[in-house]
C-alpha cells in the first residue's frame, strides 16, 4: 500500500479524463495546473471529442492510454464515472483521484453509485481519493504534482495536510504561503470511498520530508486504525487536528449518569488527547501552530523570558503567559548583574526585560545568550524604534548566532509591526523556520503549542499497558451471559459486584438481608453505621423512590428501616427486590463511569461525586484502551482535582486506586459488548482503602455477552 | 475643559519646541509629521540655534511665539522640560504636549521633576498630555493634526483611540488602516501628569463623529471618575478597554475569605463590566471588536443565519456559534419552502443554508432576504468558486440592498479568501462599514462582540438606585465607632448581626447563653437542632478552634456541648469569649463577602458555599455602587448557578434576599471606612427565608468608623 500511495504521489504519468478546452472546465483546468506547477512526466487529455487539448494530443478512450500512465484523475459526469473506473482497473492504472461529485453527498441515486464505486475499487485493488474532491497536490524534492483545480499551488516543506472538506481546502492552500508555511503535501479526501485519511497518514508517517502533519475532519473514517496510526507517528512528529462538525447529543435515552454527562464533543477531546494530537478549534489556531512547529523544536519546559525594547508589549506578553500558565520566572542575581554590564540602567531588569528603545542588535544578542541558558524559551519583540541607525536583519543575525548555540531552544520573535521595515528582519528568520509575530499574544500562542505539544510526545512517552495485571473475565462472560439469555437490562448488585471483583477492584462489604435477624448481625459485625438498599436489576435509580436508608446505628432504626424497605418493595411490585445493607464509609465520592460512543467505542468518565458536579459537568473522558498515564492524566484534568489533594486537613487521595478503576473499566467494556453503560457512583475513597458503593449495569441484550 | 480640550485637538497654531534638522530627532520627525499630514494652521519651530528649520522661520524661544499659538509640542531635553512649561504658561499657551521622557518612570531625579511639572500645571491651569509619551493625532472634518513622532497617521473615522502605551500606540496606529478601521482621534497619554484617559472620554463623549472609543490602559487614573464617565458614554457609543498588567495580589494578609478569593483582575473584570465597557484580552481581539462595532448596529438577540456556498466553512461557523452561545436556529417551513423557489435541490436547508458553489448574486440577495426576517444577524461567506462568470462585487450590491430595508440587523461576510479576487467585494463593503472576515471563526467571534456589547447596553438601561430602601448608619456608626476607639479589628457577633439587621436584613435567630439554663430553655424554643459557638471578637476562624458543635437536638447533647465549649474558651484564654446559640438552618448555602481593592475601592463577592467553590474559585465580585441588576448579574454568572435554580426536586432559590445582601454589604461598605473586610458565611437560603448565619467583621481602626 504504502508504496502505491508513493506512486499516487509521485506519478510517472498523468491522465486527465475530460478535459477540454471549455472555458472554465474543471478538467481543463486540472490539466493547466499540472502543466504551469512544472510536472516532469507525461501528461494525456483523454477525451473523445477532440485530437488535442491545450497542445497536448488527446487519446480517445482511457483504454488507449500509454503503457507507463500510472495516476488517472477523472472529471467528467458522474454517470460516466462508473465505466471510466473500470476502463482504469482493465488498463491496470491502479491510481485514480475522482474529481467529479454527485455521489453519497446527493442523495439516494448519489449513494447507490458509490456503493457500485466500492465495488470497483475492491474487485480491481485500487487507490481512490475522492469522488467529490477538488484533487492531490505534491511537491517536494524531483516532484511538482498539482492534480487539484486550485487555483494555488504549494511552496514545499515540512508539513504534510490532509483535508476532509474541499472548499475550504482551497482557502487553507491559499493561506499557507501568507503563513509562512512550507507544505508539500496536500489531500483533499472528499467522500473517502477509497483512500482515507488512515492511509495519508501511514503514507506521511514514512516520508523523511515531513516533520508536521495538520488534518481537518468532520469525521473520522475508522477511529481505531486512526488511534495505532497515531501512536506511532506522535512521537516522531507533531499532529494537528481541526475537527469540526459537533453533533447534537444521540436521542437514544441514557440511564447512567456517566451516559449523561457525556457529549460528543468532549470524546473527540478525549480521543484526540489519547491519540496524541494537539486538537485546535479555528482555523487561524491551526496555521499559527503549524509555523512553530515546522522548526521541530520542542521547550524542554514552560519557563519563557522575554526580551522587549518596548515596554508596554513586554507587558501584554506576561499577561497573556499568564493567563495560559506559561512560567515568566524572575531572572536570578547573577543574570541580571550580567545584563547590567551592557544595558542601560533605565533599562527593567525583571522578566520581560524591557531594554528600552536604544537597544541595538548586539544588546538583543547578549541578552539572549545571557538569559536562554536559564530558560527553556525566548520571546524576543523588536520594534525598530524611530531612531534606529542598523539594518534591521542584524537583530535577526544575533538570534541565529545565540541559537548555533543552544539549538534545542525555541525563540520567538515578534515585531510589532508588518510592514516593509520589518521585511528583512522577518525574512531571514523565515530562512531559519523561526516564526516571528505582529502582536506578542501570537508569540505566546505559539510557545503555548509548543508547550502543549510537548507534554503530548511526554504523555505518548509515558504511555503503558493498560492491564498489567492478571484477571479473569470468566464470571463476567457467565453473567452477562445469563442477564442476555434472560433478555434483562440491569445486575443486581451482587452480580454487578463479582464482576468488579473478578477485575480485582474493590466494593463495599455488603449483605442480602433475608430476614430482620440478618440485618442486627450484619449492624453489629459492621461495629460502625450502615445503610440499607433495595436491591433489584430493575431498578436504576435507588435515590428516587426512597430505595437508600443510611445512617443506621442502633437496632431500632435498623428495624425501622427494614419495615420501610419492605413497604417500599411492595408498593413498587418489585417481587425480586432484596435488601441490601452494606457499612457506611465515610471519605471522599467520586463517580467513575463507562458510556459506549457510537464513532469511538468504550469511553470511560471520571468525576467528583456530588450535586455540584452534576450541575457543573466537570467531568473529563477516556477512550478505551486507557493507559494508566491517560488515567492519571483524566484525573487530574478535572478542575475540582485540587479537592483530591491534601485540602483542609484531609490526606490527598490515594490515586493508584482509581487509576485501577479507570484502566479496569476501560478493559471490562472491550470483553463484555453486552455492557451498554455502567456507573460506580459513588466510588468512595477512604483512607483504608477505595471503593465502588453502588453499582449500576446497563445491558444491551441485543449484544453478545462476551 | 470641554472647549479647552477642543482645542487641544483643534489648534490654531502649533509651537514645536527644540526642533531641529538633525537626523532622527524626535522634534524634526514632529515638526516634519505636521507638515506631511496636511495641517492647515501655522507652525513654528522653536530652537535658539537655527533661523529656519525644514523651510519654517524658527523661534528663539517659547515668549518670542507668536499671540495665536495654542498648542505647544515639547521634544526637548528632560532638564529643560519645566522651564519651558513655565514659559508657556507665561506666553498664554495652555495646551501642551509633552513627548520627553525621563520623567516618574525613570527613577527618583524623575520622580521629583514630575512633582515639580504638577505643580506647574496646576498654577498656569494647563491642558497637559505626557511627558513619556509620542502625541496625539486628530483627523476629522476640516482639522488635520499629526503631532506625535509616529509613523503612521490615521484615515478618520468614528473610532477615538487612548493609549497608556506609546510603543503599543504606534503598533496599533500601523494596524488600524490595515484592519479597515476609521480611527480620528490618537491620545498617547504617558504619565498621566495633566490630563487623564477620564478628560478625553469625557471630550471623546461630547463628539458627535465618535462612534466607539478604545482605550488600552496598564492602570486607572481615578477609578470612580472612570466609571461615572462610562455609565454616561455606554448608552450611547460602546467603549473596548484592553487593560494590561496583571498584578500580583498585594502582599497584605486576609483575613476573610473574601479577601483569600478576590483576585486583582477579577476585580477589574467586574469593575469593567459595571462600567458597561467591553474588555478584551489581546490587541487583536480589540481590532476585531472595533471593526464590527464602527458601523453602530447592535442586533437585538443572538439569533443568526448562516448562508455559505462553502459546506465545512459553514459548519466551522456553526460550531464557533456554539461555542460562544450564539444560536443558529433552524428555519420555520415556511422560510424553507421559499429557499426551495430559487435554490437547488443539493442545498442545504438547514442553518448553516449551504447554496453550494452554483449560487449567484442574485441566490445571495434572495436567501439573505428571505431569512434575515426572522433571526437578528446574518453571516455571509461567499467564496467566489472556480466558475464564476460575474463581477463579485455584486454580492456585496445584493446584499447592501437586503441592508437598505431591514437596516437594524447587523450582516457580516466571510469571504475565505483575502486574495485579489475577492478586493472589489470587500472594498464594496467596506464603504458602509460592513465588516469582512477571511475566517468564518473570526466572522463569528464578531457576532459575539455585538451580542456582548448589546447584552451591557440592555444592562447599563437596567441599572437602577442602589438602596431603593430606606435604612439606618447609626447603629453601625455607634457600633463601629466604639470598635475603632478601643482599638479592636472585630467585632462580636452580635454587634455584627445588629449592623446587618439595621440595614434590613436577616441574621438566623441567636441568644447569647450566660447559663446552661439559658441554653435548655433556647433548645426548647427553637423546636429543632440548635448550634452552639464561642463568640470573641478575637476568633476569627471558629471551625480551627473547635469552636461550632452543631446538630444538637436533646437535652444531653446539649450539656456535653455547653461544657465542651467552656473548656475550649479556658484553653484559648479569651475571658471575654461567649457562648453563642443559634437555630440550626438547612437549606442552601452561600457566602458573600466584602474586600477593599486599593484602587477600586469596596468589592462585594457571591459564591455557593462549600470546600468545592473554594477549590474551584467559583465566585464572583462587583465593586460598590452596585445596582439590584448588576447584582443579579453576579449572582448568574458563578459556573454553579444552576445549584440555585430548581433542581433535584428543590424549588430556586430566591434571588431578591441575596440580591438585597449584596447591594446592602456595597453601602455599607461605603458607609463604614473601618470595615476593611466582611464575610457572611454561610448565608443559608431556606424556603422560609434567608439568614446570614455566620458573620465576620475585620476593622482597620486606622480608618475613620464613618
Known sequence: MENE???????HAVAVVGASPREGSVAGTILRNLQACGFAGDIYPVNPKYETVQGFSCYPSI?????????AILAINRNLVLQAVEACGERGIRNLVIITAGFKEAGAEGERLEESLRDLIARYDLNVVGPNCMGIIHRSEGVKLNASFSRWFLTGGGIGFISQSGSLGETLLETFEDAGLGVSTFINLGNRAGLTENDFLRQLADDPQCRAIFLYLESFAEPNEFRRILERINQDKPVVVLKAGRTEAGAAAVASHTGSLASPDAIVDAFLRQCGALRVTTIDEALSALRVLQKGILPAGNRVVILTNAGGAGIIAADACERLGIDVPALSEDVRAKLREFLPPEAGYG????????????????ALETTLASVDAAIVIFRPPMVYHEPVENVADGILRVLAKMPDKPVLVCTLSRSGMVTPLVERLQEE?????????????????????????????QADEAMSEPYSMAAAHRILGQAVAEGRTGLTFGEGAEILSSYGLSVCPFAYLKSLEEGVCFLKQASGPIVLKIDSPKLLHRFEFNA????????GDLVEAYLKLRETIDSLHMPDARILAQKMLTGRELIIGLDRDPSFGP????????????????VSFGVSPISRS???????????????EAFRGQPAVDLEPLIDIITKLSQLAVDCPSVAELDLNPVIAT?????AVDILFRIDPTNPAR
Open 433 to 461: 523556520w523561526i516564526p516571528s509575530y505582529v502582536m506578542p499574544e501570537t508569540a505566546v500562542s505559539a510557545v503555548d503549542v509548543l508547550c502543549r505539544v510537548k507534554a503530548l510526545e511526554v504523555a505518548a512517552q
Open 63 to 71: 483504454s488507449q492510454l500509454p503503457d507507463m500512465t500510472d495516476l
Open 351 to 366: 522578566n520581560p526585560v524591557d531594554m528600552i528603545a536604544t537597544a541595538g542588535s548586539n544588546d538583543y544578542e547578549r
Open 630 to 644: 491517560e488515567a492519571e492524566t483524566m484525573i487530574r484534568s478535572i478542575r475540582a482535582f485540587p479537592l483530591l
Open 5 to 11: 500511495l508513493t506512486k499516487l504521489l509521485r506519478p
Open 603 to 618: 469511553a470511560i468518565m471520571f468525576g467528583i461525586g456530588g450535586t455540584l458536579v452534576e450541575a457543573l459537568r466537570d
Open 687 to 691: 483512607p483504608d482503602g477505595t471503593y
Open 548 to 555: 437508600v436508608i443510611t445512617d443506621i446505628e442502633a437496632n
